[in-house]
């Protein structure tokens, strides 16, 4: 398989795509974008996963209608209001659409349309309105960056990954965008990502290729066991790379792949390391499941426990947390066979082997969880399947967040 | 069905209870308790429920061998080191039995034994057995207090409730002491819980009416998420009350059944209120459920959501937040016709009708939400079903108390 290399470009680094992002006054904040767009020069394929949450926010449902025949041109995101348990939520997310449709010249049911902020709130056209002239006329090919900052909410970095890779001998591009911080957990399209490529694939397979690539990136992340409402992952293929376009599982599409998991699993661990309040980015690696499910359920378990994320903050090496998540995850895995070790860039401490604790220096073992990535490694010693799990610790700030969000 | 009366004494108000505690240095801080024992002047039907995590402590092993038989005669708890995850737990918890064998004259194989505290950190059996024999001399009638005080980890209060009530023209006392107050999450035997009678039930009918209640008590309080390795509910019944022994679902046992709930539903808001770092009790009423599974689990799944428990320690309306757990909670509800209030002491006020939100005045919100004990009421406007769940506000001191917990 050929190689996949990190570039700088975001969204923009594919082929014919431009981005903006500008102030429209959803925000009080007028230092903070709260409205971008994104647009194909071409139709694209299209591909989304939405959140498996009931509640769901109105553009999901103007989006799932508009991506129905497999293709899109434009992504159209404000923040600062979902959309979410409004009356008229799917009347105003259509309404995006039409000025998107009217200004950047794209039809609006080509338009994938999402929102991000408060739920319950009423979201007024009239700022969108007001600004869609501008962020349609701030287009540009190299404009990434305002685009991803606009979807920001509690965020406190931007985040934006790109590759490069080879199909059919062309060079083609991949970049996204995302955005958290919080009500995040798996089992989900989780939070709102944005990707795009100029690799050919047909919808088809482009939807295969995410629906597959969630299982192991987006949904392994837990910030704080919350489900969103509005939460959407969409993959716009616009062709331009001109490639032989993917049509079946056969080895382009196996690269196609791992490019898309090369950009997901990073945007991963930029949100769960950016998680609200955190300070900490944690990865459980699980390894030795009696089967995949078992290690997928037992990381997650562990990445989404209270008890360890407050020890984790508190470079406390309390272990027997950990065996404690993974007893209650519902796991099939012996109890009495785990292994867990604490790592870091400091270096890797084990302190528990066949479940039970073993002796190690507290001292060096602070040293390690005073790291801003800690790995968690749990070995299950009962098979051949691995899973790995991103998370983030539970600090002051993330009560300080969520104590006083709306006002 | 006859009066139930709240009443003091803790596990010592039936008769025939003798209860104590000391500090024998499993804790360093040698001003509190850390060892508690309750002897009944005879041996008692027993009824346990446990944890169900796959990682169960020591002592819960050899309760359960202990009263297979249906009977025991005394309860022994240390805090301060959970016995889990140790070589040796299984040999160290039958120490502690025989140790009451010796001194508080009953048979060791009817002692119910159980440990709170640090996970996988070794319990050495010398302060226990230095301390055992003050334990033995300081039994005494009106002692309740020194036992709940010794089970106590982060509490910040004693936990102790009783009743008075009337079984075949017999009156009846019940009490129960309880322990919280991190790592407490539904779907086990939640916490420690040790509930004493002088009501003659025999074991079978005491059993169920422990598992029965359990599952609208102790499995409805959530604190954190976590389930523990270590919790259990215990029942004695030694019959001292001289009422016919209950050996059937007949009128008495409903009686006997509603006493108990009166001991555990109290208890419930004891340890729900009582949570770590808690300010405020929360209790989420549902009705209206299509089933009592769905009422259940959506009470359930509200009183998990950390950041609905953040916005309540904010006094912050922010009810999308429950209508979010509501939606990804699995249960079967329609989102659209759910109503929201939020309810206390200062009143009530409707926030959501029908999935949507309806205006109301913040600063009436406000004043409702800075109470001690807030409920929130969810109308799912779908069935006949109800359920009450309790659980806690999520706070700076959650994350202070676990992030430094061992140290």
Same mark, same amino acid.
């Given at each position: 398989?050929?190689?996949?290399?990190?570039?700088?470009?975001?969204?923009?680094?594919?082929?014919?795509?431009?981005?903006?992002?500008?102030?429209?006054?959803?925000?009080? @904040?007028?230092?903070?974008?709260?409205?971008?767009?994104? =647009?194909?020069?071409?139709?694209?394929?299209?591909?989304?996963? $939405?959140?498996? !949450?009931?509640?769901?926010?109105?553009?999901?449902?103007?989006?799932?209608?508009? #991506?129905? %025949?497999?293709?899109?041109?434009?992504?159209?995101? !404000?923040?600062?209001?979902? @959309?979410?348990? @409004?009356?008229?939520?799917?009347?105003? *997310?259509?309404?995006?659409?039409?000025?998107?449709?009217?200004?950047?010249?794209?039809?609006?049911?080509?338009?994938? =349309?999402?929102?991000?902020?408060?739920?319950?709130?009423?979201?007024?056209?009239?700022?969108?309105?007001?600004?869609?002239?501008?962020?349609?006329?701030?287009?540009? $090919?190299?404009?990434?960056?305002?685009?991803?900052?606009?979807?920001?909410?509690?965020?406190?970095?931007?985040?934006?990954?790109? +590759?490069?890779?080879?199909?059919?001998? /062309?060079?083609?591009?991949?970049?996204?965008?995302?955005?958290?911080?919080?009500?995040?957990?798996?089992?989900?399209?989780?939070?709102? +990502?944005?990707?795009?490529?100029?690799?050919?694939?047909?919808?088809?397979?482009?939807?295969?290729?995410?629906?597959?690539? =969630?299982?192991?990136?987006?949904?392994? +992340?837990?910030? %704080?066991?919350?489900?969103?409402?509005?939460?959407?992952?969409?993959?716009?293929?616009?062709?331009?790379? %001109?490639? /032989?376009?993917?049509?079946?599982?056969?080895?382009?599409?196996?690269?196609?792949?791992?490019?898309?998991?090369?950009?997901?699993? /990073?945007?991963?661990?930029?949100?769960?390391?950016?998680?609200?309040?955190?300070?900490?980015?944690?990865?459980?690696?699980?390894?030795?499941?009696?089967?995949?499910?078992? *290690?997928?359920?037992?990381?997650?378990?562990?990445?989404?426990?209270?008890?360890?994320?407050?020890?984790?903050?508190?470079?406390?090496?309390?272990?027997?947390? +950990?065996?404690?998540?993974?007893?209650?995850?519902?796991?099939?895995?012996?109890?009495?066979?785990?292994?867990?070790?604490?790592?870091?860039?400091?270096?890797?401490?084990?302190?528990?082997?066949?479940?039970?604790? #073993?002796?190690?220096?507290?001292? /060096?073992?602070?040293?390690?969880?005073?790291?801003?990535?800690?790995?968690?490694?749990?070995?299950? !010693?009962?098979?051949?399947?691995?899973?790995?799990?991103?998370?983030? %610790?539970?600090?002051?700030?993330?009560?300080?967040?969520?104590?006083? $969000?709306?006002?």
């Amino acid at each position: 398989m050929s190689e996949i290399k990190y570039i700088d470009g975001g969204v923009c680094a594919a082929k014919g795509f431009r981005a903006s992002g500008v102030h429209c006054g959803i925000r009080k @904040n007028r230092t903070k974008r709260d409205l971008a767009l994104i =647009v194909s020069d071409k139709r694209a394929s299209a591909a989304a996963v $939405y959140t498996q !949450n009931l509640v769901k926010g109105a553009p999901l449902l103007v989006t799932k209608k508009h #991506i129905a %025949d497999g293709y899109a041109q434009a992504v159209v995101c !404000n923040s600062g209001n979902a @959309n979410t348990c @409004n009356a008229n939520g799917v009347e105003i *997310a259509e309404g995006m659409c039409t000025l998107v449709g009217t200004y950047a010249g794209v039809k609006s049911e080509d338009v994938i =349309v999402a929102s991000t902020g408060v739920i319950g709130q009423p979201l007024e056209i009239e700022p969108i309105a007001n600004g869609m002239p501008a962020l349609a006329a701030e287009l540009s $090919y190299d404009n990434s960056a305002s685009a991803a900052e606009s979807i920001m909410t509690t965020d406190t970095i931007q985040k934006s990954v790109a +590759v490069e890779f080879v199909l059919d001998g /062309k060079t083609c591009r991949m970049g996204g965008i995302a955005k958290g911080s919080g009500m995040i957990h798996p089992n989900m399209a989780t939070m709102l +990502v944005f990707v795009t490529t100029d690799a050919a694939i047909c919808p088809k397979m482009l939807q295969k290729a995410l629906s597959e690539d =969630v299982k192991t990136s987006f949904n392994m +992340v837990s910030i %704080d066991g919350d489900t969103s409402t509005n939460d959407m992952v969409a993959v716009l293929a616009n062709g331009m790379a %001109d490639n /032989k376009e993917i049509a079946a599982a056969d080895a382009d599409f196996e690269v196609f792949c791992a490019a898309l998991h090369a950009v997901t699993a /990073k945007l991963c661990r930029l949100l769960a390391g950016d998680g609200e309040g955190a300070t900490k980015l944690l990865t459980c690696k699980v390894t030795g499941g009696k089967t995949e499910e078992a *290690a997928k359920t037992a990381a997650k378990s562990v990445i989404c426990s209270s008890l360890l994320k407050a020890a984790m903050f508190g470079a406390d090496a309390n272990w027997g947390r +950990v065996l404690c998540a993974l007893g209650y995850s519902g796991a099939d895995i012996d109890v009495n066979k785990v292994d867990v070790s604490f790592a870091s860039a400091k270096g890797e401490i084990p302190v528990c082997r066949n479940g039970a604790g #073993i002796e190690f220096s507290e001292e /060096k073992a602070k040293e390690i969880l005073l790291e801003k990535e800690i790995d968690i490694l749990v070995g299950l !010693n009962d098979g051949e399947f691995s899973a790995e799990a991103w998370g983030c %610790d539970l600090t002051y700030d993330y009560v300080k967040i969520n104590g006083d $969000y709306r006002t």
